[in-house]
C-alpha cells in the first residue's frame, strides 16, 4: 500500500513563499505526481503535475510562473515551490501519486492521496 505524507503548510502573507513536501512511501514504482488544491466552498482543483523521470512538467494558468514543482526519485519525494503567494492561493493543498509515468490534470485519474496540508495566505 503506497502513504503519502504533506508537510510545509502554514500560513504567510501576501508575496511570501513556502515549499511543501510529499513524501511517498510503499509501493512507488514508476508514477507521476500531481498537486492539487481546494478552497473552502470549491472544487478541488489541479494544480502541477510531473511525470516519472522529472523532464515533464505542468501547471494550471493560476498558478504558472509562480510555483514549480519538482521531484527527487532518491527519497521518493515531490516538491511545491511557491512564490509570490496570494490570497487567493489560500486551500488545503493535496499530493496524489497516479500509477502511470504520466501526470493528468484530472483529479480521478489519481490512484492515491495524502491527507492535505493548510496553506494560507494573508493580505
Known amino acids: 500500500q503506497v502513504q503519502l505524507v504533506e508537510s510545509g503548510g502554514g500560513l504567510v502573507q501576501a508575496g511570501g513563499s513556502l515549499r511543501l513536501s510529499c513524501v511517498a512511501s510503499?509501493?512507488?514504482?514508476?508514477?507521476?505526481m500531481g498537486w492539487f488544491r481546494q478552497a473552502p466552498g470549491k472544487e478541488r482543483e489541479f494544480g502541477a503535475g510531473?511525470?516519472?523521470?522529472?523532464?515533464?512538467?505542468g501547471y494550471a494558468d493560476s498558478v504558472k510562473g509562480r510555483f514549480t514543482i519538482s521531484r527527487d526519485n532518491a527519497k521518493n519525494t515531490v516538491y511545491l515551490q511557491m512564490n509570490s503567494l496570494k490570497p487567493e492561493d489560500t486551500a488545503v493543498y493535496y499530493c496524489?501519486?497516479?500509477?502511470?509515468?504520466?501526470?493528468?490534470?484530472?483529479?480521478?485519474?489519481?490512484?492515491?492521496w495524502g491527507q492535505g496540508t493548510q496553506v494560507t495566505v494573508s493580505s
Open positions: 496524489a501519486m497516479r500509477q502511470s509515468s504520466f501526470y493528468s490534470t484530472r483529479d480521478s485519474e489519481y490512484d492515491y
Open positions: 510503499g509501493r512507488t514504482s514508476s508514477y507521476a
Open positions: 510531473i511525470n516519472w523521470s522529472g523532464a515533464r512538467t
